[in-house]
């Protein structure tokens, strides 16, 4: 992995510009980082009933329905007025 | 000076009632020792807001007969926390000139209780760092030794309440940012378990390991302060609707037939002797107490660190991405021709090296082509790390292991290398990704430096750990605050 080239393309999908001297030491710490988080392969593929979520809430308010259509027509020449929300 | 500040809530609560002492004085105390101290905890002081509120609550305490334990009771902020019309810069350049447009859930239910909020604390930038030296505005010194740092990121919560600064403070814990400073700062950290505290106004970092908690001197104070802020919001779609138990009420109640888990292994080997020493002298205090202690491994140790990093960067990547320059941030002066380039020159100017680094990793993780090896094989790994950890806490109430495998460090010793940074966090991420709740308690000392402990409790249960931490503090165990 040309580590310089792949930090100026994450740094690109990352929105961030890395200054040009800066590119160099970015990278040598990328790669030691890089290194480091790749223990990770060293771990066996675990079984899906080892891997089973855990409980999760999402609690949700109730739907409520609000009709108060009225027929929409241009109400300032070509522009239609939209109610205020902020 | 009285060190008022030191007194449990209870205590104060006794003396603001019985007239012995008012807000205000608590007020003076406060910023008093702050200026004479330092250490740099604070990043803003709320001095004329806090003594607009001592004013009205003190009449209340006057007119009142029964007014609410927490009321007068001034607590600090960690800065990544919004208090409404108060800046949250979250130590960053990037958040330098914002003002929070509402209060998180967890100050206004404290602030609703009478709580007088002093100022927000300093942290490592976005809570990204183990030391308070990643932050924008300034590194705040260990009050036990100015030459060391207070760990991180919640190093201004833990080295304030530590220096006798406040009574308590928030602080946020995503791999152990309320645990680690607690223990360099010798006080009491919770981290609760995930959703137990909602997160509505707290700035994410890695929004499915956040949560906010108390430090303290004590654990009646933890108690008292985790009551108060627990409990379901609908603003915070991952809040637990289970009720809050009456935690301080409960504190002495049942400790008949405890068991802790004290871990061994592979783990206690990558520890320096010294906290491996303290760790022994204070489990061997713990067994005479008639606790009953067995010996427990906690399998996978070795790989928490890169699952959390690759995890909490992921995380953070996203979240980070809403600072643009446009909605949010740092805006500095034009030196772009095109929108793209507008982004990029701001994030880079508004983030700091750290921050940078971790959002790359993070990108780096979620990219087309690398997501199965690292961000997916994560997500994977981090189930495993869960379902192992409740498997042993089906046995024991608790887990005992240290909190940091280190005594403090040095200011400027670990900040130019990253990885020695990382490991850190090497006790306190499992329990983070199990969203287990966990307490970091005083150990005593080495060399001057504290030595702190950690309790993992099974989820929802951080009414044992209290209960525990309070059994252990009145046998004596536990060395006051050396302050």
Redesign the interface.
């Known amino acids: 992995m040309d580590l310089k080239k792949e930090v100026k393309n994450i740094s690109e999908l990352a929105n961030i510009k890395i200054p040009v001297d800066k590119i160099e030491k970015f990278a040598d710490e990328f790669g030691r980082i890089l290194a480091y988080m790749d223990t990770i392969s060293t771990i066996a593929q675990y079984k899906a009933s080892d891997t089973k979520r855990a409980e999760h809430y999402t609690p949700l308010r109730k739907d409520k329905a609000r009709i108060d259509y009225k027929p929409v027509r241009p109400s300032e020449g070509r522009y239609y007025r939209v109610p205020k929300v902020i | 000076m009285k060190n008022l500040l030191a007194l449990n809530i209870p205590d104060i609560h006794l003396s603001l009632k019985k007239g012995d002492i008012q807000v205000q004085t608590l007020l003076d105390e406060a910023y008093e020792k702050i200026e004479r101290n330092s250490l740099n905890t604070f990043i803003t002081l709320f001095k004329e807001d806090s003594y607009n509120k001592a004013k009205k609550l003190q009449k209340r305490i006057k007119k009142e007969k029964d007014i609410d334990i927490l009321t007068g009771i001034p607590i600090a902020v960690k800065d990544n926390i919004c208090v409404e019309g108060h800046s949250t810069t979250c130590g960053s350049r990037m958040l330098c000139n914002f003002t929070s447009p509402y209060s998180a859930t967890v100050v206004k239910r404290l602030e609703d209780r009478g709580v007088v909020i002093i100022g927000k604390t300093n942290l490592d930038e976005f809570a990204m760092g183990s030391s308070t030296e990643t932050s924008f505005y300034t590194s705040t010194k260990n009050p036990h030794n100015s030459e060391y740092v207070p760990g991180g990121s919640s190093g201004g919560s833990a080295a304030a309440v530590a220096a006798l600064e406040a009574v308590a403070a928030l602080g946020s814990d995503t791999g152990g940012s309320i645990r680690q400073p607690a223990s360099f700062c010798g006080v009491f950290g919770l981290k609760p378990t995930y959703g137990r505290v909602s997160r509505y106004g707290l700035v994410a970092f890695a929004s499915s390991l956040d949560c906010i908690g108390p430090i303290t001197h004590n654990a009646v104070d933890s108690a008292i302060i985790m009551e108060a802020i627990a409990g379901?919001d609908?603003m915070d779609?991952?809040?637990?609707?289970e009720d809050v138990p009456q935690y301080y009420y409960e504190l002495t109640k049942g400790m008949e037939n405890i068991r802790i888990g004290v871990v061994r292994g592979k783990l206690m080997e990558s520890v320096e002797q010294d906290v491996r020493d303290a760790m022994g002298e204070f489990t061997d205090g713990v067994k005479f107490t008639g606790i009953q202690l067995e010996d427990v491994d906690i399998a996978?140790f070795?790989?928490c660190?890169?699952?959390y990093?690759?995890i909490a960067t992921s995380e953070a990547?996203s979240n980070l991405?809403r600072y643009?320059g446009i909605r949010y941030g740092w805006v500095g002066e034009d030196k772009y021709n095109a929108l793209?380039?507008m982004?990029?020159?701001r994030?880079?100017e508004g983030?700091g090296e750290e921050v940078?680094?971790r959002?790359?990793?993070g990108?780096?993780?979620l990219?087309a082509g690398y997501k199965d090896?690292?961000y997916d094989?994560?997500i994977?790994?981090r189930?495993?790390i869960?379902?192992d950890f409740e498997e042993i806490l089906k046995r024991v109430d608790a887990v005992i292991l240290p909190t940091s495998p280190t005594l403090p460090f040095k200011i400027g010793e670990k900040i130019t290398d990253?990885?020695s940074m990382?490991m850190s966090d090497l006790c306190t991420v499992s329990a983070s990704l199990a969203?287990l709740p966990a307490i970091s308690i005083p150990a005593g000392y080495r060399n001057g430096l504290p030595v702190g402990v950690q309790l993992v409790g099974r989820r929802l249960e951080e009414g044992t750990l209290l209960k525990i931490a309070y059994f252990i503090e009145r046998t004596g165990l536990i060395e006051t605050n050396k302050k």
């Open positions: 379901f609908p779609s991952t809040s637990l609707p996978g070795d790989v660190i890169p699952v990093y690759i990547s991405a643009d793209r380039e982004y990029e020159v994030r880079n983030f940078k680094r959002i790359m990793l990108t780096f993780s990219r090896k690292y094989k994560a994977k790994t189930q495993k869960r379902t990253p990885i990382y969203g």
